[in-house]
């Protein structure tokens, strides 16, 4: 696959949370800045630089590029830990987010979809990640079992077709995501929703 067609590892986590947010950003590039995303760059700055060190018998590489060619899917990992066992080397992942464990499952999938390309990369089984949340200071474990393996698999698809149709989903209002997204201006989910088409809000603007 052509490297312009990968699909980045960040738009499985855009299109989770919500569709047509990852259209915004990567099919209109469109980007809005607020406190949190500031305070998620800040975080992610820490570890964003290529560089590895050894500590306590865990070889930690920071900033760690991504690929999977079969699957159409690359990226940076934030931190790819790497532990002694059986004689050799295990990778294990770690996503760093601003905020707090979520309900939904898009952290997650971005994470899973790292594995996934390390064990192509390294022809190796991954087991298991974590994802590091600033609010908490703490690491939530994540198993990649085969429910998320597929969730993941199923993301990927969805998102490379969306993305591949040039297309911006309409807008769905759900007052707990869109309030909280740094795209809330730019979207206008209370006036592009479902229920009005865009033709019909700019005839009635006219009309006003």
Known sequence: MDQDDLVPLSALQHYLYCPR??????IEQLWAESRHTAEGRVLH????????????GVRTVTGMPLVHLELGVS???DVVEFHA???????FPVEYKRGRPKAHRADEVQL???????????????EAGALFYGETRRRTDVAFDAELRQL???TITATRVMLASGRTPVADYAPRRCD???????????LLNRSVSVATWLARQLQE
């Open 112 to 126: 899973c979809a790292q594995a996934l390309c390390l064990e192509a990369m390294l022809g190796t089984c991954i």
């Open 21 to 26: 947010q990852c259209a915004l950003i990567h």
């Open 85 to 91: 066992r059986d004689g050799a080397e295990r990778a």
């Open 180 to 190: 909280a997204c740094s795209l809330i201006d730019l979207c206008q989910p209370k």
């Open 75 to 77: 990226g940076i990992a």
């Open 45 to 56: 700055e820490r570890v964003d630089k290529p560089q590895a060190e050894r500590r306590r």
């Open 152 to 154: 993941t698999l199923d």
